[in-house]
């Protein structure tokens, strides 16, 4: 069965320090990876997503990275966080192409910056 | 520019009674429309997933509506319990494979006793 991993559930960083978050898919293949962020109280804003080994597409511009080094390894990174990095940040992986689509959702990480 | 507007923001009910959540959406070409639960800190869970033929879809007290022709949908939440308390997002999805998935804001449901 197809499962998604997401850690650190929680993480507290103090600003400048570097940011490393992981999210792995099992039971699937050449998934389709997404990194999203949640102030609190709001939507999901939608950072990068991957279509592919070493495929990044960046939405919004900031001080973050993603990374894909394996096919379903997603990995979110920052040389130095920001007051505004704090956040909730979800990981999900949608599997393509098929008529009836999976799409889920890591457990998130809250990251809180101080 | 593909995008689902959800209403209303926020919504205070009391413990059981009904209420109904909208769903908006301009993505095209559409593939399927989805109502996730997402609690405080948590991931969101899925609820129903409606593709274009289908019009209604129950999951227990939860049922979401789709037309197609004016791009809406809605979910109702029959006889609301406390533990409903949660944000309901939108999700479409459209046809083309790899492109982005698209999310509504929201919105915020507080059940109170």
């Known amino acids: 069965s197809q499962t998604i991993h997401q850690w650190p559930a929680t993480l507290v960083q103090p600003v400048g320090s570097p940011l490393s978050l992981e999210c792995t898919v099992e039971?699937?293949?050449?998934?389709?990876l997404y990194w999203y962020r949640q102030a609190a109280g709001r939507g999901l804003q939608l950072l990068f997503y991957?279509?592919?080994?070493?495929?990044i597409s960046s939405e919004v511009p900031q001080n973050l990275s993603a990374s894909r080094p394996q096919d379903r390894q997603f990995i979110l990174s920052s040389k130095k966080l920001l007051l505004s990095d704090s956040g909730f940040y979800l990981c999900?992986?949608?599997?393509?192409?098929?008529?009836?689509?999976?799409?889920?959702f890591g457990s998130g990480t809250q990251l809180s910056v101080l | 520019k593909n995008q689902v507007e959800q209403s209303p923001q926020s919504l205070i009910i009391l413990e059981g009674k009904n209420c109904t959540l909208q769903c908006n959406y301009t993505v095209s070409p559409f593939s399927n429309l989805r109502w996730y639960k997402q609690d405080t800190g948590r991931g969101p869970v899925s609820l129903t997933i409606m593709t274009f033929s289908e019009n209604t879809k129950s999951n227990g007290r939860y049922t979401a509506t789709l037309d197609a022709d004016t791009k809406q949908s809605s979910l109702h939440i029959t006889a609301s319990q406390l533990s409903d308390s949660a944000s309901y997002i939108c999700v479409v999805i459209d046809s083309r494979g790899n492109t982005p998935l698209v999310f509504g804001k929201g919105t915020r449901l507080s059940v109170i006793a």
């Open positions: 039971g699937t293949s050449n998934p389709n």
């Open positions: 999900a992986w949608r599997e393509t192409p098929a008529t009836n689509e999976k799409l889920f």
């Open positions: 991957s279509i592919g080994i070493d495929q």
